[in-house]
């Protein structure tokens, strides 16, 4: 079993460091199509409506087959199940890259989901793995730093190149930059064989947790909460606050890199007040989807608006970091299998928030997506609050009733 030294701490956050890269260009991959999704349509003779079937066709898969493939993989050794799942990656993208019809096309991103669905399912419970004692929280907070880079460096840097060289280009250059990943991967992840990771037989164990079921409703709550105007956020953002296509960018940008404070503050306090962090999380995002529409229609200015992205943002990441923690300390016995389903509710909960925004702009209008997601964020709000109460007051309960045997 991996344990890291404490004589060489910096040392020990390396293997963590490398699985940092790997969610880079798998977060890179999974959202490049959406801003490369004109240059897809008008070169395959496609609508970007259809082209945008996709980006659907992909969340889809890995929420079908996160836990079917994990349940497959589950006694394999890690180290070279994730070598396994950057080739299916590296090769999913060269297909990409000579995609000639939607189809193909298609079929090559499908490809790249099935790697997406495990890789996901392992990665959270190795980084926990192998993090120093005490530091589970930061190991996970330097995976969310790696997605908050794709959002930030990833998909623009990839967005530009497509318009500048093509679109299969992006699929490329994202290929090539997985072989790089593979090789750092190869040298500084150790052998990890598979422990705890779980199987079918571990479902009827986990459905009798009513905290870790309600860690799932949270996260299929918050996700639809955060999607619904996300999904939205660049027409959003230039019908309801009259921003330009530029200002839209910078706006963008605020709100990826709320990844960075985001993955800071869960990893601070994902291990030591997970409780209050969750409940600030939610009552943030609740706030600022709530004044997002009216800020954007009577105070447009980037700065301001930028701020909110940020909170928006931070408050985000802190809650994803936050379920993913419990779900690991409330599973341990089953990470993969738990982190599986974890990953399943989540891609749902981006479908769901997408279809939610498009059923709130086609039957009211592009300023009420905003309030949707305030509605689904104070629900879970709502939730977090009385499931605390009831854990709280269980725990006295057993606690007092060990007080009363003892006497």
């Known amino acids: 079993m991996w344990k890291s030294t404490p004589q060489h701490s910096w040392k020990a956050w390396l293997p963590t460091v490398s699985l940092s890269f790997a969610a880079f260009i798998f977060v890179t991959s999974e959202f490049i ?24 066709a992909y969340a889809w898969v890995v929420a079908l087959m996160s836990l079917p493939l994990t349940v497959l993989s589950a006694r394999w050794e890690r180290r070279r199940l994730m070598l396994i799942l950057l080739c299916v990656f590296i090769a999913g993208h060269a297909l990409c890259g000579i995609a000639s019809s939607f189809g193909f096309l298609m079929a090559a991103r499908i490809c790249i989901a ?81 422990t705890n990771a779980g199987s079918l037989k571990s479902l009827p164990q986990l459905a009798r947790r009513p905290a870790l079921l309600v860690t799932y409703l ?23 606050g009259g921003f330009s296509p530029t200002s839209v960018v910078i706006l963008l940008l605020f709100l990826g890199s709320s990844g960075i404070p985001g993955s800071w503050i869960g990893g601070k306090y994902a291990d030591s007040a997970p409780g209050k962090a969750m409940t600030g999380a939610l009552a943030a995002m609740t706030i600022c989807l709530a004044v997002l529409a009216p800020l954007c229609m009577h105070f447009s200015s980037v700065i301001g608006i930028g701020a909110l992205c940020i909170v928006w943002g931070t408050s985000m990441t802190v809650a994803g970091l936050i379920y993913q923690t419990r779900v690991l300390t409330l599973a341990s016995d089953a990470t993969d299998v738990a982190i599986s389903i974890y990953s399943g509710i989540f891609n749902v909960g981006i479908g769901g928030g997408a279809l939610l925004g498009s059923r709130i702009i086609t039957g009211f209008s592009m300023e009420d997506v905003g309030y949707a997601g305030a509605i689904f964020a104070f629900t ?28």
């Not at 990833?154 to 280009?169: D, E, K, Y």
């Not at 996260?219 to 230039?238: C, R």
Request: charged residues 10%; glycine residues 10%; proline residues 6%.
């Open 114 to 194: 099935l790697a997406h669905a495990v890789f996901w399912a392992i990665t959270t419970p190795l980084a926990a793995r192998m993090a120093p004692e005490g530091k589970r929280g930061r190991a996970l907070g330097i995976i969310v730093a790696g997605t908050s880079l794709a959002t930030i460096l990833g998909v623009p840097l990839g967005t530009m190149l497509g318009h500048a060289l093509g679109w299969r280009m992006s699929f490329l250059a994202i290929g090539v930059v997985a072989i790089v990943v593979l090789a750092v991967i190869a040298r500084l992840l150790p052998l990890l064989p598979s």
């Open 218 to 240: 949270l996260t299929a709550l918050t996700v639809t909460a955060h999607f619904a105007p996300f999904t939205y956020i660049n027409p959003f953002l230039q019908q309801v």
């Open 380 to 407: 879970g709000l709502v939730v977090c609050l009385i499931s605390g109460l009831r854990f709280r007051a269980k725990r006295k309960k057993d606690a007092s009733a060990g007080t009363a045997v003892a006497s």
């Open 33 to 56: 199509p959406v801003g490369l999704l004109p240059d897809i349509a008008a070169g395959l003779g496609q609508t970007e409506a259809q082209t945008g079937l996709m980006v659907t």
